[in-house]
């Protein structure tokens, strides 16, 4: 005769096994559901609720005078005023004004994410097809390729702002003489634009070379062979085989570099400041620093809605290629 | 089949096995998890608490008083304590310290965060003179007139510098303190002129010069009582170009004109000042009321303050210079903050320098370790003037003026503990403890009679330029500190820094700044 311990034994056993015999006649796709689930309610806590608290807070007015971070409820009009210039002298910066581009924060940062991606991505593949090679030395050359790239944003701006510094470094002087900088690059803005684009390349051209690096290493070889036997030019092998087996590798790489360089910050902080060259997430910080917190949350959504967009382009191309393929 | 291999396909029993035993295992591994959190939180928990409020504290007046400090106190912190208890604190009240971040704008956002969240500790705040207002506004801070005895009230009334206590009452706009709470006296925001800090330490520019190479050049700082005498700009302007053309150095007059908010509040704030102009009117409207004070940028006295600044870095060849004015700044200072325009003048490559009293301690340090130089090679004077008070528009404006910095002492509303943190308060304002200040800490501090040399002695290097500090601390201008001045501050040192770099035209730019202005003002 059971005893009533071991009937509640029996009950915890089948309250156990109930959830897992439930699983059983889960299909292959409903299991993978059931799996992602604590990583959804994860990724909903961590990322989903700070947005939607983000989105919630820019739809209220700026508390400047109160304890609470926002006022009352104002709808959209954080977003009418950024865009319609109306918030412009909170702003220290125009959001957006096509007559002062290199002012306005919008068209400094579109100006500075299509220049530097676009050297760093050429220049990426320059160093990745240098890397793709077999030479003595190649371990060393791949270190030196990789040693920007290691450098903190911290450190690699105190380089660049020491480097242009009066009285401290040569760079004003030389450029100056070239006839390319003003006297005082850091409080000029096209000057600290081409410093920071330097800076940024200088540094980031390496993640682009790895990831294309990557890339090239994935094409087989003997397609070169075949090529080289059918009379191909090194043109024609490189335009015909190594860029479109590169290219699905080459837009991830260009995906995950637009994506950062759309945030820039901290390059711009560390060298002539964001007052000089104020970027999109100048103004979410300026605006934050100031109190103005649902101003701010306003800037930081229309930032990640340009960002969501521009990925957007990225990610559709990439679904072409994959649809071509 | 072992049960760790891959299923196949959906029907596989093997497959059944792993999905059961892997439920089972998630459940269990998060069980022992769940456990393991629950152990952890068991005996070990509770040993520490991590924001070093110390101990069970007290009854009665006594209890933990945790202060809000920058390291070189929290690595002091021993003798700290020690000195306020010698100065009269009761050994009840149990002081800790919790050491904060060296930069301004990371503490201010750091309080913001804890006081919106209604922390009870720190009970005492060290806060700047440049962003209490604000916490005072947001009634965020314990009324200290309510609090402080009537002594204390009176040694602050008698003994302190006025611009340091100005900024750390409650300005006009402040009025309602809709949040108040009168029983226990823990609302901000009171009647005007209530008193919400009370200065900690206080920092007032002077003008540091090379004493051997002016009197080489043939001037006679003693002489003339240039230490406690302000001299004009265009005076200044000549002393320092003569004494440059007949010395061996590279720089002549440096200070920190870059685009930064020491531009606004401190630079620019000075040079405006000593011609008589103002941001927003005379003192009265320095803090508010936001909205209704005039916008006064866009006048005179502020066009000729930019002139005379471009004269000083460009000479008579800009388009704006003033006559009578010498070239003696690099075009350096133009993107020059604090550091690099200091350095030049500690490695003695400079006749010149703007900058605050740890400048002193800096250079004095610097030539005695130099070899060639020694510390009475340092001369100080007041910030030179362009216009006497009488001859400015605005009351209390004109004549020598310094721009304000240094830090409060406030009490958190939300501590419970506001009697011991005012007791604290009321130890650090007693003379002991402003000579330990002083002397260990190397704080200058808002009592007017650590500025006197027969009270403190001879302290190295401070001692010959108390005299200075003083006249500096008595003609000390605040930043005009609202809760929109960081938006306008920015503005303010965006369009100065582009006029004195000729980019802008002065009254242009001020015309722009004025509309600028007047918009944020209205914009609350």
Redesign the interface.
């Known amino acids: 005769m059971a005893t009533s311990d071991e009937h509640g034994r029996g009950r915890v056993r089948s309250a156990?096994?109930a959830?897992?015999?439930w699983?059983?006649r889960l299909?292959?796709q409903g299991?993978a559901y059931v799996l992602l689930v604590p990583t959804l309610l994860l990724v909903s806590t961590m990322a989903l609720w700070p947005l939607v608290s983000t989105f919630e807070m820019s739809l209220r007015a700026?508390a400047?005078?109160?304890?609470?971070?926002v006022g009352e409820f104002v709808g959209f009009e954080n977003y009418v005023e950024l865009l319609t210039g109306e918030r412009n002298?909170?702003l220290?910066s125009p959001f957006l004004d096509f007559g002062q581009p290199f002012q306005s924060a919008l068209t400094v940062t579109l100006i500075y994410v299509a220049i530097a991606v676009t050297l760093e991505t050429a220049i990426g593949f320059g160093q990745a097809l240098v890397l793709d090679q077999s030479f003595r030395g190649r371990r060393w050359v791949r270190v030196a390729i990789l040693i920007p790239w290691a450098v903190p944003i911290a450190i690699q701006g105190l380089i660049f702002w020491l480097f242009f510094?009066?009285?401290?470094g040569v760079g004003t002087d030389v450029m100056q003489s070239l006839g390319v900088f003003s006297?005082?690059p850091?409080?000029n803005t096209t000057d600290t634009l081409i410093i920071v684009i330097v800076a940024d390349v200088w540094k980031t051209s390496a993640f682009m070379a790895l990831l294309i690096l990557a890339g090239l290493q994935s094409v087989d070889r003997s397609l070169y062979e075949v090529a080289r036997v059918a009379g191909a030019s090194k043109v024609q092998q490189f335009r015909y085989i190594t860029f479109p087996l590169v290219l699905p590798a080459l837009l991830v790489a260009l995906l995950f570099r637009t994506i950062q360089s759309m945030r820039v910050y901290g390059i711009i902080e560390t060298t002539g400041?964001c007052?000089?060259l104020p970027s999109l997430t100048c103004l979410v910080v300026?605006t934050f620093?100031?109190?103005?917190y649902a101003t701010s949350a306003a800037v930081a959504f229309i930032t990640a809605g340009i960002v969501a967009l521009v990925a957007l382009v990225y990610i559709v191309k990439f679904a072409d290629l994959e649809v071509g393929t | 089949m072992s049960h760790d291999s891959p299923p196949e396909t959906?029907s596989d029993p093997g497959r059944?096995s792993s999905?059961?035993r892997f439920?089972?295992a998630v459940?269990v591994a998060g069980a022992v998890g769940l456990a393991g959190c629950q152990d952890g939180a068991g005996p070990g928990a509770g040993t520490g608490t991590g924001d070093g409020t110390g101990g069970d504290g007290g009854g009665g007046g006594g209890g933990p008083v945790e202060m809000a400090m920058p390291s070189n106190v929290t690595d002091r912190a021993e003798d700290t304590r020690q000195a306020l208890y010698d100065a009269g604190l009761s050994e009840d009240v149990e002081v800790s310290f919790l050491s904060t971040s060296e930069i301004s704008?990371d503490v201010e956002?750091q309080y913001?965060s804890w006081?919106?969240a209604g922390r009870e500790t720190p009970d005492v705040f060290r806060m700047d003179s440049g962003w209490t207002i604000?916490f005072i506004?947001?009634?965020?801070l314990v009324n200290l007139s309510e609090r402080l005895s009537q002594e204390a009230l009176s040694m602050l009334d008698e003994h302190y510098f006025e611009a340091p206590l100005e900024s750390a009452r409650a300005p006009a706009?402040a009025v309602g303190g809709g949040?108040a709470d009168t029983d226990t006296g823990t609302g901000g925001g009171g009647p005007r002129g209530e008193l919400y800090g009370v200065p900690w330490q206080v920092g007032f520019p002077t003008i540091q010069y090379r004493s051997d190479l002016v009197t080489d050049a043939g001037f006679d700082p003693e002489g003339e009582s240039w230490a406690t005498e302000p001299m004009t700009w265009q005076r200044f302007s000549e002393v320092v170009s003569e004494t440059h053309g007949n010395a061996d150095v590279?720089y002549g007059f440096n200070w920190q004109g870059?685009?930064?908010v020491g531009l606004s509040c401190c630079t620019f704030n000075e040079f405006m000042s000593t011609w008589g102009g103002a941001y927003f009117g005379g003192r009265d409207t320095l803090f508010g009321p936001v909205g209704e004070r005039p916008v006064t940028v866009n006048e005179e006295p502020v066009h000729q303050a930019l002139r005379m600044v471009r004269t000083l870095i460009h000479g008579s060849d800009d388009e704006q210079a003033l006559d009578g004015y010498q070239q003696i700044s690099?075009?350096?200072v133009?993107?020059?903050t604090e550091g690099?325009s200091l350095s030049?003048f500690t490695n003695g490559n400079a006749v010149a320098l703007r900058y605050w009293p740890s400048g002193i301690f800096e250079a004095a340090t610097a030539f005695e370790e130099s070899g060639d130089l020694s510390p009475d090679d340092l001369g100080t004077m007041p910030i030179p003037y362009a216009v006497s008070e009488d001859e400015s528009e605005y009351e209390g404006i004109g004549g020598t003026a310094s721009a304000l910095g240094g830090w409060h002492l406030t009490v958190n509303p939300n501590s419970q503990n506001i009697d011991a943190a005012v007791q604290v308060i009321e130890a650090t304002m007693q003379q002991s403890f402003r000579e330990f200040q002083f002397s260990e800490l190397g704080y200058l501090t808002g009592d007017r009679r650590l500025f006197d040399p027969e009270n403190v002695g001879d302290v190295e290097p401070w001692g010959p330029h108390l005299e200075t500090l003083r006249v500096a601390g008595e003609n000390a201008i605040p930043r005009p500190v609202t809760?929109?001045w960081?938006?306008q501050s920015?503005?303010i040192?965006?369009r100065v820094?582009a006029v004195i770099?000729q980019q802008q035209a002065p009254e242009d730019a001020m015309s722009a700044l004025a509309?600028?202005?007047e918009?944020?003002e209205q914009?609350?």
């Open positions: 156990a096994v959830p897992a015999n699983t059983e299909s292959e299991f700026d400047l005078f109160s304890a609470a971070y002298a909170i220290g510094q009066p009285g401290i006297a005082n850091l409080i400041g007052s000089t300026s620093r100031s109190g103005r | 959906a059944s999905r059961r439920v089972k459940g704008g956002a913001r006081l919106n604000p506004v947001r009634d965020q706009q949040g590279e870059t685009d930064y690099p075009n350096a133009l993107e020059w690099p030049p809760v929109v960081p938006d920015s503005q040192a965006s820094n770099a509309g600028s202005l918009e944020i914009s609350v």
